[in-house]
């Protein structure tokens, strides 16, 4: 290549969608001046998080260009969890429980099912076949056989003693989350450190023009910075008019945690991993989908625990809903299967996005009684 192309400006037709900016200052009023119907905010937010998960898929991948795409997608899957733990918090000081385990199931097979299945069903389009590493895809299966393992522990225990030992079933989330937590620390150390080469991808093999100038890592920190603080913000909002949505249109407060919340909550992954799965570079859009849901079940989903101690109205605990252990062990088993070979194309896409849209179907149609654990208050 001879030349350079210009990048476009921030509000050239090549960036439209930034336009979509405007309706993050829209939001605002509407929620602190105006006190607009639930549902007219609850569009108004989406319309907003959009350009800002854009903007924040943008950074990372200049991150990641820097840094190698396995830091570059730990950055990702860090920031853009940020916004649903702030949703989660503010949910669990209302003490809706339910919701907060919700959002967590659908996070975790979200990531895998949803962004995973669009990133291979994109690249496949373009590419015939994809490869990535074998052994960091494994890890990360693995890692989400733990999480499973931390979801069905806990629904069996409660199967088993009923309501009757209260306190033993929050002990044992208590100390289920320390487990995961510490394994959570063991990854990073492992991912970051003994065995960063696993998670370079194709960074040092993209054949990127050498004159292209890059921007200082500073100014593209600042902006997943910024855009991350305007996605918590929309989402924050978002969440307080989901649920009044979600009873003028009759869904249920699962089907809102592990649908709504969840794709909302992780708009940025998916724009991240899809940008990243259409220019041939998998192994970042693995890490992206695997490792925010491993973020979210090793590191997340204990620190609400723990949390829970300090700002809830009682402690909640690790116990979830059967059908959500189901879609938890669903999700890692297809994950296992479609990582085994270390390659993708768009027909894998086409799969997990039909598990994901059989358990959606599945969860909206789960009575209200069946979606309440009644863990947490006990």
Known sequence: MATTTPKAGLFSAANLMNLLLVFVPVAMLMEWYFHSSP?????????????????????????????????????????????ELIIAIVALRAGLFDLVKASITGSIIGNVLLVFGLSALVGG????????NRTAASLGSTLLVLSAVGLVVPAIF??????????????????????????????????????????????????E??????????????????????VAVMAEFLVG???????????????????????????AEHSTAIIMAAKNKMDGAINIAVGSSIQVALFVAPLLVFLSY?????????????????????????????????????????????????????????????STTGAGAH
């Open 209 to 230: 023009p050498a004159h292209a100038p890059s921007k200082p890592l500073g100014r593209s920190i600042g902006m997943l910075v910024l855009a991350t603080i305007g």
């Open 158 to 207: 409660h199967q088993l003693v009923g309501n009757t030992a209260a306190a033993a079933e929050r002990n044992l989330s208590t100390e289920i989350a320390v487990v995961l937590m510490l394994t959570y620390i063991a990854s990073l150390f492992f991912t970051l450190k003994t065995h960063r080469h696993l998670y370079m991808g194709d960074a040092s093999t993209d054949a």
């Open 241 to 267: 008019a989901a649920t009044e949505t979600a009873e003028v249109l009759g869904w249920s407060e699962v089907f809102v945690g592990v649908i709504v919340v969840a794709i909302i909550g992780n708009a």
């Open 39 to 83: 549902t007219a905010l609850f569009v108004v937010a989406c319309l907003g998080i959009i350009p800002l998960a854009g903007l924040m898929g943008h950074a990372t991948e200049e991150i990641a260009e820097r840094v190698g795409e396995g830091v570059g997608g730990l950055l990702n899957a860090t920031f853009g969890n940020a916004a």
């Open 310 to 370: 300090f700002i809830a109205p009682q402690p909640m605990d690790l116990i979830f809903t059967p059908l959500e252990v189901l879609a938890v062990g669903l999700c890692v088993g297809v994950m296992a299967f479609c990582s085994n070979d270390g390659e993708s194309h768009w027909m894998e896409g086409v799969q997990l996005l039909a598990v994901y849209v059989i358990l959606g179907i599945a969860f909206y149609f789960l009575p209200a009684a069946a």
């Open 125 to 132: 389009v373009k590419y015939e076949t994809q490869r990535f």
